[in-house]
């Protein structure tokens, strides 16, 4: 049975995509303290304000989300998009802003006003994907690959992390993104990890998309992993966030006046493929999380974290990882990555840090974990 810890968990569990002492977290091109030294001379200082996150919405019930305010349009060229198609959507319907550059609480609110998602479990998600790879001077993130706009006039010599960086939402067993050690676009769409999506669904689900199916293809997408990617990496926050995007397009992607989990491929592709609603979608009635991972993991309750090591059909168990019935290691894993990231921040960059992570522990502060102030308190 699984611990308290998990049934914390499942009340603000991961709902995406997404990922040394907490392998596959870190933000491959981290600022230096020297570039956000360069950053802070070239910011305006209203820029540096860092504003808590929204709170849950007026309405929460069911509405017209793709709607006259909210055209899809094309991409422009210089915008950017990535590995998660919730995010894809939401800027392609201008819920974000639609060049993909956006501050927390720009994706906390576009989340729950878009998707309905739980405060919490958009909390969760976004500032974890912050912390590791979004800039905490700028207060900025970007929803797929690293650049260096900002959104700011003139734009400051600051390289802005993203959601494309390897191992949290972009991270191996994607059901429709291939694994970045084989390199090519692994943050974009791929037909052929769709196929196997749809064959699954028309398997397991009788041509629609649900928790029968997602246990079934996470467990495949978990072996074949092991089986054709040397580098094949399952730990601490990919650990989670494989099992919330199994989830994610039965809980989001499901017309909220039909909300009867069962998703079809015709809404998947538009989704999945095309960033897109379907036309007169609704979103979901009332907010929610990660409904169901539970279900998902206990399909196949025997996987467990861990890697291949010197080639395919070699996974060891790491028994530092957080798993699914250790919340609380996630969290603590977690802070240790931040810290190796910004070792001895100050002034600014120390406030925004101590602020981010706080904003984080509240999404998760009633699963009994204990808080940890790093950076002290403010």
């Known amino acids: 049975m699984l611990s308290s810890a998990f049934a914390a968990f499942l009340s603000i569990a991961l709902a995406a995509s997404p990922i040394s002492a907490f392998p596959g977290l870190a933000s491959r091109d981290s600022l230096t303290e020297r570039q956000l030294g360069d950053v802070l001379e070239n910011l305006p200082i209203p820029k540096l304000i860092v504003d808590p996150p929204p709170g849950p919405l007026v309405f929460e019930g069911t509405k017209l989300v793709n709607d006259a305010a909210h055209p899809w349009r094309e991409l422009r060229p210089g915008d950017i998009r990535g590995p998660c198609p919730g995010l894809n959507t939401l800027a392609n319907h201008g819920y974000l802003p639609r060049n993909g550059i956006a501050t927390p609480g720009q994706i906390i609110y576009a989340a729950q006003e878009g998707f309905n998602m739980w405060g919490k479990t958009a909390r969760f998600?976004?500032?974890?994907?912050?912390?590791?790879?979004?800039?905490?001077?700028?207060?900025?993130?970007s929803i797929g690959g690293k650049t260096w706009r900002t959104g700011l006039d003139p734009p400051p010599p600051a390289r802005v992390g993203g959601l494309s960086d390897h191992g949290l939402f972009e991270g191996d067993a994607s059901m429709t993104r291939t694994d970045h050690s084989f390199g090519g676009d692994h943050a974009?769409?791929?037909?052929?990890?769709?196929?196997?999506?749809?064959?699954?669904?028309?398997?397991?689900?009788?041509?629609?998309?649900?928790?029968?199916?997602?246990?079934?293809?996470?467990?495949?997408?978990?072996?074949?992993?092991?089986?054709?990617?040397?580098?094949f990496e399952f730990v601490n926050g990919r650990f989670f966030s494989a099992y919330g995007e199994s989830t994610f397009p039965i809980n989001h992607f499901v017309d909220g006046r039909n909300y009867n989990g069962q998703l079809s491929m015709a809404a998947a592709e538009t989704f999945f493929k095309d960033g897109k609603y379907p036309d007169d979608f609704w979103r979901a009635p009332a907010p929610i999380g990660a409904f169901g991972i539970e279900r998902v993991f206990m399909a196949h309750p025997t996987v467990i974290p861990g890697r291949n090591v010197g080639g395919v059909n070699n996974y060891v168990f790491d028994p530092t990882s957080a798993d699914l019935i250790k919340f609380c290691t996630l969290y603590s894993n977690f802070v240790d990555q931040v810290l190796g990231l910004y070792p001895n921040p100050h002034g600014l960059l120390r406030r925004n840090l101590i602020l981010n992570l706080g904003w984080f522990y509240n999404s998760i502060d009633d699963s009994g974990c204990t808080e940890r102030f790093p950076y002290g308190q403010l």
């Open 125 to 141: 998600i976004t500032y974890s994907a912050m912390l590791v790879s979004g800039n905490p001077i700028t207060n900025l993130l």
């Open 188 to 231: 974009g769409f791929n037909q052929a990890q769709f196929d196997q999506f749809v064959d699954f669904s028309n398997e397991y689900g009788n041509g629609f998309y649900n928790l029968t199916v997602a246990g079934e293809l996470r467990y495949h997408l978990i072996q074949q992993g092991i089986a054709t990617n040397p580098s």
